[in-house]
């Protein structure tokens, strides 16, 4: 039962690096989710993807780009990353109409 | 545009005592409703969900939530705590007939203590 599976699971950069965070999903849901968490924060939707070719921004999606590869696969890319950024980062998925998002295990980054 | 409000950040209980998590929420639309809880270093696992129908809904580990439309509330509960339900415990919002893009509100840490 692998769910939603995050890779990295840890990563630390240095101001400027860039990155991409890699999601993948086997459970055949049309919609993935990235979101990011800070203490105190909650969590906050940066991108979301209704289907294959397709993203919306969320609350907060300055600094990053989405790329929905295929129905399984949705990756968030950091083209220049800024201390600011240091979090934990929660790819999600649904299927339409079910109301039950999946969450993978989280990766955690650090810029320094 | 949806929000949320868990009004307590930390709650500190003793084991075996009931706890009640408090989550107010703001929205124009028709809305599901959610909790959601997370252990340390881990994802987030549904807990219980309100989508139409009893507004007392019953979930998994011995929790339940009652839906107040009227105070916009859906608060958290459980008669009887165990060390191992020590988490953090997220409400959430969505709107009805809409995509299921989540809010959520800033967590409360239950802490349970022997």
């Known amino acids: 039962n692998a769910g939603v599976t995050q890779t990295p699971k840890f990563q630390v950069l240095k101001t400027g690096q860039s990155m991409t965070l890699q999601c993948a999903q086997d459970?055949?849901?049309?919609?993935m989710y990235w979101y990011r968490q800070d203490p105190g924060m909650g969590l906050r939707l940066i991108y979301y993807s209704a289907s294959e070719g397709t993203t919306d921004k969320g609350e907060v999606p300055n600094g990053y780009n989405v790329s929905r590869l295929n129905k399984r696969e949705f990756s968030l890319r950091l083209e220049s990353a800024a201390p600011s950024q240091t979090s934990v980062y929660f790819c999600?998925?649904?299927?339409?109409?079910?109301?039950?998002?999946?969450f993978g295990e989280g990766s955690w980054l650090t810029v320094v | 545009a949806q929000s949320v409000t868990q009004l307590d950040s930390q709650v500190p209980v003793f084991e075996e005592a009931p706890v009640e998590l408090r989550c107010n929420y703001s929205s124009s639309v028709s809305v599901y409703l959610f909790w959601y809880v997370q252990y340390p270093n881990q994802g987030l696992q549904l807990l219980l969900k309100y989508l139409s129908g009893s507004t007392l809904v019953k979930g998994i580990n011995g929790f339940e939530a009652e839906f107040n439309k009227s105070q916009t509330s859906f608060h958290l509960r459980k008669p009887s705590v165990h060390i191992s339900d020590t988490a953090e415990y997220f409400c959430?919002?969505?709107?009805?007939?809409?995509?299921?893009?989540?809010?959520f509100g800033k967590g409360t840490k239950l802490t349970v203590n022997p």
């Open positions: 959430a919002v969505s709107p009805q007939g809409g995509s299921e893009k989540l809010v």
């Open positions: 999600a998925s649904t299927e339409v109409g079910r109301n039950t998002i999946y």
């Open positions: 459970m055949n849901h049309n919609s």
